[in-house]
């Protein structure tokens, strides 16, 4: 049935129902939704036809090649694997999961958390001087007595003159020199207070007796791990700032491109809401907001990184991702119409419309003749009676604010604004015209 | 029940439970695959994930602590052992973890031991754990799933927990059934239903009953009851595609040809990201080729209009409508290559004359001809010995009781012609596995009287298509499924018959042994021509004939021939 009253359709857009004739496909649409909500299907065909329709005006360079696409294969690839699908069964372990490692981890929180109030203890009020510094140490963590330690504990080597004993500044407990590990002052601070500036110079050579502190193996274990927690939360390179930079341009850039879309297929309709410089504006928007990620894309994408390495692959990725974004999404934009097109399609709307204002009026000339016969010259009274205050009409002021707001959206780009202003100001103008009808005579 | 659209959820719903962020994807091999079939690398690089790593690659340590990690694995302890290393060393900031089938509480808890800086988020199981084909059509690639006619303990594990998850994803609690003279099916369907016994909370909290319609049916079949669809020359696009270059993982390769453009050396055909191939993958050769001279008409008419470019108005056109252009001529360069080397195969071969003999020894009975017809071919040099041996094992399964059978005096042929051994041997082996003794079907309808008179018609009548002459044997025991005349003596149903499941309208069919293309197509146009119907078709693997030699001579390995005693020249 689609095909048979295409035409009809494109002449005039009549509601099959009650064969009134509407403006435009999505006012037709709205009458239809509110009057006859009970017809759906109806409606799914109309909004079918409309589509067709849409498409017939809308003879871009696009669609056609895209139809002799489809034309050419002739193969249907019917929708049956189409319904409803959804998501299948999933099942979460994570609760078990994280009782598990609490309970775990627990009994090292606490170890940890020991020894980090002992740490703080030792580097904030450490002394300069050698030999105060040890018996400061010994003051904060007592050491183990060792005379009737014959081995270290640790490697089952026997002490001697040679092989001397030492004390974790931790725990304190006896190790011997080999088994020590040394935990470089500065990078004990900045565990202690992560707020601490902290300088990086002596990162590259190990910290000897000298610059750091002596630890055995669990205690040096532990607090690494704490280190490593505490750094990879603070883990926020140039890299990771310039992603979230592009991030939230192509989250900018989406309801942008859906927004432009939009406002084209209604200047293609012929509706009056947007201007054409309105649209080239947005479009500008969203070449600015493309140059913009792919100069963010280009400069992760030139981030120093071994060749080969992951990084580096990842660099070039996010590069990828982005151009084919750009490509993709933002510069597939569909063409504007020229001036003339528009106002082609627009003559013919009017037109249109005038005609079926003609014909409105016509019709209610003839009601308001039979009507005045039945109901006599009281009704005509009555209603003279609403038609001489019409210069202070409220509905005229209203209008006028909104063309004033309309105005501000406009130039602040908040087109979806203009949209809803837009429709509000029609149904104000149907409302005074409905009005001054049925005041005159 | 789309398959396709089941595995892609669960990708996508992972991808978006880790929340904004760059993202790397830690996957093993089976799940790379899982994944690659229903993703392609743009369009998973537009869900923010920019690298895909192997839990079993050499690990290096650069740490990318930015990084939000997905790690999606089948749970197997080769993995947990893996994912344990890993997590005491984390490499990534926050962890994600997926598995593709039932973990055991076990796995969980050395893994949560394991993770002492905190980093894990999720841990999570998502049943994704087969190959998503096309909509309606599934494998887990595996080639030579018996071994001396046996099960591989390995597979079947595999298999049924493929199928169990199959279940899951698509939410539905089917009732099992499967081919009563195949000790492998009864094996399966038996792990199937233990597999489903376990999970039955995980069942009946997540998959509502529905008494309005009947059971679902998971029906598991043989692939020794049909060996003939495998040994035939396919003439629609997909068949022929697999048939002649083999498509593994929807993906061609084309290295081996001379002048490929380097674009071209390895093609992807998958029929959710490429338009024609969709539309196409069903057509058969000769459409194809007519297809592919219009559209190439057409670009070479667009290709024109756009080199005369003048003026800035006809660059700015160019440019607005180059990246459609650009894409679609990519497409179709590409099945141009495609069918280009498909259609030099056939010539080169003589395929077409191959083929219609390979037909008739199928559907119709004319031993005399036949063997002539088979001998001359056998003697044509232009001839391929897979080809040919491919003929001889048709004659071998069709005129195995026949009382002037030649198979001998064919195997000596087909050594004079040069075939390797292997090939000679491997046309007795498929006697071995699939002749008469091994089939429950009146395959070659020589029984069923109805068939005959039917085929008598045929004869008399000439045939449409003297290459598409053959319907696999799947599609009547789809038709008496979905009718409810599949008789249950043949094919049990598991825990007893209810009745209920009578005329089942979602049906997944699983052959041991592995599924083709044509039996794809045949599933296909079953749905299109039942409505409310939903067929899902699934294989240990999908085969060609290449392939299906290969998992002959595996089903056989170490057991000795019992009904080709008497071929000796082997």
Same mark, same amino acid.
């Given at each position: 049935?689609?095909?048979?009253?295409?035409?009809?359709? @494109?002449?005039?857009?009549?509601?099959?129902?009650?064969?009134?004739?509407?403006?435009?496909?999505?006012?037709?649409?709205?009458?239809?939704?509110?009057?006859?909500?009970?017809?759906?299907?109806?409606?799914?065909?109309?909004?079918?036809?409309?589509?067709?329709?849409?498409?017939?005006?809308?003879?871009?360079?696009?669609?056609?090649?895209?139809?002799?696409?489809?034309?050419?294969?002739?193969?249907?690839?019917?929708?049956?694997?189409?319904?409803?699908?959804?998501?299948?069964?999933?099942?979460?372990? !994570?609760?078990?999961?994280?009782?598990?490692?609490?309970?775990?981890?627990?009994?090292?929180?606490?170890?940890?958390?020991? @020894?980090?109030? $002992?740490?703080?203890?030792?580097?904030?009020?450490?002394?300069?001087?050698?030999?105060?510094?040890?018996?400061?140490?010994?003051?904060?963590?007592?050491?183990?007595?060792?005379?009737?330690?014959?081995?270290?504990?640790?490697?089952?080597?026997?002490?001697?003159?040679? $092989?001397?004993?030492?004390?974790?500044?931790?725990?304190? !407990?006896? @190790?011997?020199?080999?088994? !020590?590990?040394?935990?470089?002052?500065?990078?004990?601070?900045?565990?202690?207070?992560?707020?601490?500036? *902290?300088? !990086?110079?002596?990162?590259?050579?190990?910290?000897?007796?000298?610059?750091?502190? $002596?630890?055995?193996?669990?205690?040096?274990?532990?607090?690494?791990?704490?280190?490593?927690?505490?750094?990879?939360?603070?883990?926020?390179?140039?890299?990771?700032?310039?992603?979230?930079?592009? $991030?939230?341009?192509?989250?900018?850039?989406?309801?942008?491109?859906?927004?432009?879309?939009?406002?084209?297929?209604?200047?293609?309709?012929?509706?009056?809401?947007?201007?054409?410089?309105?649209?080239?504006?947005?479009?500008?928007?969203?070449?600015?907001?493309?140059?913009?990620?792919?100069?963010?894309?280009?400069?992760?994408?030139?981030?120093?990184?071994?060749?080969?390495?992951? *990084?580096?692959?990842?660099?070039?990725?996010?590069?990828?991702?982005?151009?084919?974004?750009?490509?993709?999404?933002?510069?597939?934009?569909?063409?504007?119409?020229?001036?003339? *097109?528009?106002?082609?399609?627009?003559?013919?709307?009017?037109?249109?419309?005038?005609?079926?204002?003609?014909?409105?009026?016509?019709?209610?000339?003839?009601?308001?003749?039979?009507?005045?016969?039945?109901?006599?010259?009281?009704?005509?009274?009555?209603?003279?009676?609403?038609?001489?205050?019409?210069?202070?009409?409220?509905? @005229?002021?209203?209008?006028?604010?909104?063309?004033?707001?309309?105005?501000?959206?406009?130039?602040?780009?908040?087109?979806?604004?203009?949209?809803?202003?837009?429709?509000?100001?029609?149904?104000?103008?149907?409302?005074?015209?409905?009005?001054?009808?049925?005041?005159?005579? | 029940?789309?398959?396709?659209?089941?595995?892609?959820?669960?990708?996508?719903?992972?991808?978006?439970?880790?929340?904004?962020?760059?993202?790397?994807?830690?996957?093993?091999?089976?799940?790379?695959?899982?994944?690659?079939?229903?993703?392609?690398?743009?369009?998973? #690089?537009?869900?923010?994930?920019?690298?895909?790593?192997?839990?079993?690659?050499?690990?290096?340590?650069?740490?990318?602590?930015?990084?939000?990690?997905?790690?999606?694995?089948?749970?197997?302890?080769?993995?947990?052992?893996?994912?344990?290393?890993?997590?005491?060393?984390?490499?990534?900031?926050?962890?994600?973890?997926?598995?593709?089938?039932?973990?055991?509480?076990?796995?969980?808890?050395?893994?949560?031991?394991?993770?002492?800086?905190?980093?894990?988020?999720?841990?999570?199981?998502?049943?994704?754990?087969? =190959?998503?084909?096309?909509?309606?059509?599934?494998?887990?690639?595996?080639?030579?799933?018996?071994?001396?006619?046996?099960?591989?303990?390995?597979?079947?594990?595999?298999?049924?927990?493929?199928? #169990?998850? =199959? #279940?899951?994803?698509?939410?539905?609690?089917?009732?099992?059934?499967?081919?009563?003279?195949?000790?492998?099916?009864?094996?399966?369907?038996?792990?199937?239903?233990?597999?489903?016994?376990?999970?039955?909370?995980?069942?009946?909290?997540?998959?509502?009953?529905?008494?309005?319609?009947?059971?679902?049916?998971?029906?598991?079949?043989?692939?020794?009851?049909?060996?003939?669809?495998?040994?035939?020359?396919?003439?629609?696009?997909?068949?022929?595609?697999?048939?002649?270059?083999?498509?593994?993982?929807?993906?061609?390769?084309?290295?081996?040809?001379?002048?490929?453009?380097?674009?071209?050396?390895?093609?992807?055909?998958?029929?959710?990201?490429?338009?024609?191939?969709?539309?196409?993958?069903?057509?058969?050769?000769?459409?194809?080729?007519?297809?592919?001279?219009?559209?190439?008409?057409?670009?070479?008419?667009?290709?024109?209009?756009?080199?005369?470019?003048?003026?800035?108005?006809?660059?700015?056109?160019?440019?607005?409508?180059?990246?459609?252009?650009?894409?679609?001529?990519?497409?179709?360069?590409?099945?141009?290559?495609?069918?280009?080397?498909?259609?030099?195969?056939?010539?080169?071969?003589?395929? =077409?004359?191959?083929?219609?003999?390979?037909?008739?020894?199928?559907?119709?009975?004319?031993?005399?001809?036949?063997?002539?017809?088979?001998?001359?071919?056998?003697?044509?040099?232009?001839?391929?010995?897979?080809?040919?041996?491919?003929?001889?094992?048709?004659?071998?399964?069709?005129?195995?009781?026949?009382?002037?059978?030649?198979?001998?005096?064919?195997?000596?042929?087909?050594?004079?012609?040069?075939?390797?051994?292997?090939?000679?041997?491997?046309?007795?082996?498929?006697?071995?596995?699939?002749?008469?003794?091994?089939?429950?079907?009146? =395959?070659?309808? #020589?029984?069923?009287?109805?068939?005959?008179?039917?085929?008598?018609?045929?004869?008399?009548?000439?045939?449409?298509?003297?290459?598409?002459?053959?319907?696999?044997?799947?599609?009547?025991?789809?038709?008496?499924?979905?009718?409810?005349?599949?008789?249950?003596?043949?094919?049990?149903?598991?825990?007893?018959?209810?009745?209920?499941?009578?005329?089942?309208?979602?049906?997944?069919?699983?052959?041991?042994?592995?599924?083709?293309?044509?039996?794809?197509?045949?599933?296909?146009?079953?749905?299109?021509?039942?409505?409310?119907?939903?067929?899902?078709?699934?294989?240990?693997?999908?085969?060609?004939?290449?392939?299906?030699?290969?998992?002959?001579?595996?089903?056989?390995?170490?057991?000795?021939?019992?009904?080709?005693?008497?071929?000796?020249?082997?």
């Amino acid at each position: 049935m689609a095909a048979a009253n295409d035409d009809e359709i @494109l002449e005039g857009f009549l509601c099959p129902i009650c064969k009134a004739d509407l403006k435009s496909a999505s006012q037709l649409t709205n009458h239809f939704e509110s009057l006859h909500s009970e017809e759906q299907d109806v409606l799914r065909s109309l909004k079918d036809i409309f589509g067709k329709a849409k498409k017939i005006i809308l003879n871009t360079e696009d669609t056609e090649l895209r139809e002799t696409f489809d034309r050419a294969l002739k193969f249907s690839y019917t929708d049956y694997y189409n319904e409803e699908q959804s998501i299948g069964v999933s099942r979460s372990s !994570s609760d078990y999961f994280k009782g598990v490692r609490s309970a775990r981890l627990e009994r090292y929180a606490t170890e940890t958390n020991k @020894l980090l109030i $002992r740490l703080d203890k030792l580097v904030c009020n450490m002394p300069n001087d050698h030999s105060q510094r040890k018996q400061h140490e010994q003051e904060v963590v007592p050491w183990l007595d060792g005379s009737s330690v014959k081995l270290c504990p640790n490697c089952a080597r026997t002490f001697n003159l040679t $092989r001397r004993k030492h004390h974790c500044r931790l725990c304190g !407990s006896l @190790l011997c020199h080999d088994c !020590s590990l040394f935990l470089d002052i500065n990078v004990a601070r900045s565990i202690v207070d992560p707020s601490a500036p *902290q300088t !990086s110079s002596h990162l590259d050579h190990d910290a000897t007796e000298k610059t750091g502190l $002596r630890l055995c193996e669990h205690c040096y274990n532990l607090i690494e791990l704490r280190k490593e927690v505490q750094e990879s939360r603070n883990a926020k390179t140039a890299l990771v700032t310039a992603y979230e930079q592009m $991030r939230s341009l192509m989250d900018q850039a989406k309801p942008a491109v859906s927004m432009y879309e939009k406002m084209c297929q209604s200047l293609f309709d012929g509706e009056t809401t947007y201007n054409l410089s309105d649209v080239n504006a947005l479009r500008g928007r969203i070449g600015k907001l493309a140059e913009g990620i792919d100069v963010l894309s280009k400069k992760i994408a030139t981030f120093p990184a071994d060749p080969g390495t992951r *990084q580096a692959r990842l660099q070039n990725s996010i590069r990828q991702a982005a151009a084919h974004f750009i490509k993709e999404d933002l510069l597939s934009l569909p063409k504007l119409p020229t001036e003339a *097109q528009i106002e082609e399609v627009r003559r013919q709307r009017y037109e249109r419309a005038e005609r079926q204002i003609q014909m409105e009026r016509r019709r209610m000339e003839r009601e308001r003749e039979r009507h005045d016969e039945l109901a006599g010259p009281s009704a005509r009274e009555r209603e003279n009676t609403t038609n001489d205050h019409d210069d202070d009409n409220p509905l @005229l002021e209203q209008m006028n604010i909104i063309r004033g707001y309309i105005k501000d959206a406009r130039e602040g780009m908040r087109f979806e604004e203009v949209a809803i202003l837009e429709a509000n100001l029609k149904e104000l103008k149907k409302e005074y015209h409905l009005q001054k009808l049925s005041s005159k005579p | 029940m789309n398959v396709i659209q089941a595995v892609k959820m669960y990708i996508t719903k992972m991808t978006e439970e880790s929340g904004p962020g760059m993202k790397v994807i830690l996957m093993d091999k089976e799940t790379t695959s899982i994944v690659s079939m229903v993703y392609s690398q743009s369009e998973i #690089l537009q869900k923010e994930v920019y690298l895909f790593e192997r839990i079993d690659a050499p690990s290096n340590r650069d740490h990318l602590k930015h990084l939000k990690c997905i790690v999606f694995l089948r749970p197997t302890s080769v993995n947990i052992a893996l994912l344990s290393k890993e997590l005491r060393n984390p490499k990534y900031g926050v962890y994600f973890i997926y598995f593709s089938n039932v973990v055991s509480k076990a796995d969980v808890k050395t893994l949560a031991e394991c993770d002492e800086q905190e980093t894990v988020r999720e841990v999570q199981e998502v049943f994704a754990d087969y =190959l998503a084909v096309d909509r309606h059509l599934f494998s887990f690639n595996i080639v030579g799933c018996l071994h001396g006619r046996l099960w591989n303990q390995q597979h079947l594990q595999r298999c049924a927990q493929g199928l #169990l998850a =199959l #279940l899951l994803s698509l939410k539905r609690r089917a009732a099992v059934r499967y081919e009563a003279a195949s000790e492998p099916c009864a094996r399966l369907a038996e792990r199937v239903r233990d597999l489903l016994r376990r999970e039955a909370v995980l069942m009946d909290n997540n998959i509502p009953f529905n008494g309005d319609i009947p059971t679902p049916q998971l029906l598991i079949i043989d692939r020794r009851d049909d060996p003939v669809t495998p040994l035939l020359n396919q003439w629609t696009y997909q068949a022929m595609v697999h048939e002649l270059l083999t498509i593994k993982n929807n993906r061609v390769s084309l290295a081996h040809l001379p002048d490929v453009h380097k674009d071209f050396k390895e093609v992807v055909l998958a029929s959710e990201q490429d338009e024609f191939y969709a539309k196409n993958l069903y057509s058969n050769f000769g459409e194809i080729g007519q297809t592919m001279k219009t559209l190439m008409d057409e670009f070479q008419k667009k290709a024109k209009s756009h080199q005369k470019v003048e003026s800035i108005a006809d660059m700015k056109n160019f440019v607005e409508t180059y990246p459609l252009f650009k894409k679609m001529s990519g497409t179709v360069t590409k099945h141009v290559t495609v069918v280009g080397e498909l259609s030099s195969c056939v010539s080169k071969h003589n395929l =077409l004359e191959v083929s219609e003999l390979e037909q008739e020894i199928s559907c119709q009975s004319d031993h005399s001809k036949h063997l002539q017809r088979l001998k001359s071919l056998i003697s044509n040099d232009a001839v391929r010995h897979q080809d040919a041996a491919k003929l001889v094992a048709l004659y071998a399964l069709r005129y195995e009781k026949h009382a002037s059978n030649a198979l001998p005096s064919l195997v000596d042929a087909l050594k004079a012609r040069g075939a390797p051994e292997p090939l000679a041997r491997g046309v007795v082996e498929v006697l071995e596995y699939g002749g008469a003794h091994a089939r429950q079907s009146d =395959l070659f309808g #020589l029984q069923d009287a109805v068939k005959i008179t039917k085929r008598l018609f045929k004869g008399l009548n000439g045939v449409e298509n003297i290459y598409t002459q053959h319907t696999p044997l799947l599609k009547d025991t789809i038709e008496d499924l979905i009718k409810g005349k599949l008789r249950e003596n043949l094919y049990p149903t598991l825990g007893g018959d209810d009745g209920y499941g009578r005329r089942p309208q979602d049906i997944i069919v699983f052959i041991v042994g592995g599924a083709t293309y044509e039996e794809a197509l045949c599933v296909h146009t079953i749905n299109q021509a039942y409505p409310g119907v939903r067929v899902v078709l699934g294989g240990t693997t999908i085969h060609n004939s290449a392939s299906f030699f290969q998992e002959v001579t595996s089903a056989l390995q170490g057991v000795h021939r019992t009904h080709t005693r008497h071929i000796r020249n082997v």
